[in-house]
């Protein structure tokens, strides 16, 4: 019998490609989605994540215990330290969505860049990451950029102006070792970036669903 990976999403928009990375690269999981699009929503109100925010990031893992789920996997990057102090209390592997990808880019080399069109989460990836590169003892710079306009073309449902801004930002970054994808719903994009750009690209739900694969096999 397969194990069930709840996945936890904070925003429709990164529920299509997570789900179908899973499908391409590990199509035997048994998947479970659970969405709770207000906390994207009062992220962004918020500079820090707050305790009730924090609350609420355990709550929902509490849920996902409660269904039997076997790993859990948040989609959304702007709740990493939350996610993290849920984490260190449960029985489970409780993962952050960048994880993974912060992991396979400490072996790119040196040069990061990572692309984002949602503001609110950087700051925390950028102190999750600058925090797995001193524990790995990794010498590496990220240079983080926030693509303007390129989130709200996709909440507006304009996916193809989406991706080309942030295949034209990944344009001005190819003498970087690796550009990352930051968010997941940024997995749309991927091939496209992938094509124009002569450098290594990372997507966060790839990684995230190989580590997923490693660690419950």
């Not at 999403?9 to 391409?24: G, S």
């Not at 503001?119 to 925390?124: D, L, T």
């Not at 306009?149 to 996916?159: D, V």
Request: charged share 20%; net charge negative; with cysteine.
């Amino acid at each position: 019998m397969s194990q069930r990976i709840v996945l936890i999403h904070a925003t429709p928009l990164a529920v299509a490609p997570i789900n179908d990375t899973f499908k391409q690269l590990w199509p035997e999981a048994e998947i479970s989605n659970l969405l709770d699009d207000a906390l994207s929503a009062d992220r962004a109100k918020e500079t820090t994540l707050t305790p009730r925010l924090c609350q609420r990031i355990d709550t929902l893992v509490e849920y996902a215990i409660s269904i039997d789920a076997a790993a859990v996997l948040f989609t959304c990057s702007a709740f990493g330290a939350a996610i993290e102090a849920s984490a260190q209390q449960k029985p489970l592997p409780v993962l952050k969505p960048n994880e993974a990808m912060f992991e396979d880019a400490l072996r790119k080399g040196r040069n990061i860049v990572m692309l984002a069109t949602f503001g609110p989460a950087v700051k925390g990836m950028e102190e999750e990451f600058r925090e797995l590169a001193a524990a790995r003892h990794a010498d590496v710079t990220l240079s983080s950029y926030v693509v303007p306009g390129a989130r709200n073309a996709l909440n507006a449902g304009n996916a193809g102006l989406h991706n080309q801004l942030i295949v034209e930002a990944a344009m001005q970054y190819q003498e970087a070792d690796a550009i990352l994808l930051a968010h997941f719903s940024m997995e749309i994009a991927y091939q496209q970036v992938s094509s124009a750009v002569s450098c290594a690209v990372l997507s966060s739900p790839q990684s995230a669903v190989n580590k997923l694969k490693r660690v419950m096999n």
